[in-house]
């Protein structure tokens, strides 16, 4: 995952601007390749209880390692990470659903508190483009 | 770490689609930066190498 997140940084100026921004956060964000998702998920954002004042994100991804597509995927979950980042107010789950509730819209697999936002799918296809150069 | 395996909120699905507009008004890094940016111990993006509980 490291290899992706640099490869990210050096062929994505979109890549690099999210990373940046949330070194400036208050938001830690680990990033894991995760065979554990459902098959119906190929990325997805969890909010994991912290120590006070920090908050911690977990990003699961799955496909190949090396793939553009991976890059891509990550860039679109830290597109998500950074939503959260500019929304103090999300400390908890509830906060999280609320959320999304208002930024997002439900996912078309109809399944409960799954939710995508445009930007975020902006964010992916623009680095994806990028990559391509 | 241990908070990591903690709660588990909502999932977020991605949905992968044409590509746009390759121009960006961000500027990408160089291999030298990205290091940086990658071995910086207070760096808020983290790669997990070994995969959480869930």
């Known amino acids: 995952m ?10 994505s100026g979109t890549f690099a601007h999210l990373v940046l921004a949330l070194n400036r956060s208050d938001v830690i964000v680990y990033i894991e390749t995760g065979r554990v998702l459902p098959s119906t998920i190929v990325g997805r954002l969890l909010l994991a209880a912290g120590p006070q004042g920090t908050r911690y994100l977990r990003i699961q991804v799955s496909g190949h390692p090396k793939s553009n597509d ?15 980042a500019e929304s103090p107010e999300v400390r908890d789950e509830t906060g999280l659903i609320a959320l999304y509730q208002r930024i997002g819209h439900p996912t078309s697999t109809g399944a ?10 902006d964010t ?4 994806k483009a990028e990559l391509k150069g | 770490m241990r908070v990591l395996s903690g709660v ?20 990408a890094m160089t291999e030298a930066e990205a290091r940086a940016v990658m071995d910086a ?3 808020h993006v983290r790669a997990a190498e070994r995969r959480w509980p869930t």
Do not use: K, W
């Open chain 2, 41 to 43: 111990a207070d760096r």
């Open chain 1, 70 to 84: 991976m890059i891509a995927l990550v860039g679109h979950e830290l597109r998500h990470a950074l939503e959260v």
């Open chain 1, 124 to 127: 992916g296809r623009r680095v």
């Open chain 2, 8 to 27: 588990l909120a909502c999932a977020l699905i991605l949905v992968v689609t044409r590509p746009a507009n390759s121009a960006s008004e961000f500027a």
């Open chain 1, 112 to 121: 409960m508190h799954q939710y995508d936002t445009l930007a975020a799918q």
């Open chain 1, 2 to 11: 490291a290899d992706v997140i640099t490869s990210g940084l050096r062929r």
